[in-house]
């Protein structure tokens, strides 16, 4: 996942900078012992046979915070739309009623993704980031 996530670009709208292996691998252990609310999930692509990207979802209750994270060689192939698109649906089938993600104005492709999830943008704000949201009525 280091190599995936390496390209400073991929940061503009996520924040922080490229980790290295050993970084990245201590930042893993840590969320791995951290919230149990925490899920996440690699993207293998089967064209390559090789990590692309990741999903995660932090549950509280019956929400969830969703976000995604696609390599930057492997961006603009709907990787992340049917990722995340999946990740909703996993997480209705586990009755979370509420699906939200926070997005950058000015980052169209997450928006298209979010909305392609079913996501839809509300008027509220967190942290410069639009709030995004799905309700799921039969969960």
């Known amino acids: 996942m280091a190599g995936v996530l ?3 670009g991929l940061h503009t709208f996520i924040g922080g900078e490229p980790l290295t292996a050993q970084e990245l691998r201590a930042r893993y252990e840590r969320l791995v012992a951290g919230p149990p609310g925490w899920r996440n999930w690699v993207v293998w692509s089967r064209e390559e046979e090789r ?9 509280d209750g019956g929400s969830a915070e969703i976000a995604w994270v696609i390599g930057t060689p492997w961006q603009g192939r709907g990787l992340a739309t049917a990722a995340a698109t999946a990740l909703v649906g996993r997480l209705a089938e586990q009755g979370i009623g509420t699906v939200v993600a926070h997005i950058h104005p000015d980052h169209a492709t997450s928006a298209a993704v979010a909305t392609a999830a079913g996501l839809r943008p509300t008027d509220r704000w967190h942290d ?9 009525p039969y969960a």
């Open 6 to 8: 390496s390209d400073p």
């Open 51 to 59: 990590l692309v990207g990741y999903v995660q979802a932090t549950i």
């Open 128 to 136: 410069g980031e639009v709030r995004w949201e799905l309700k799921i």
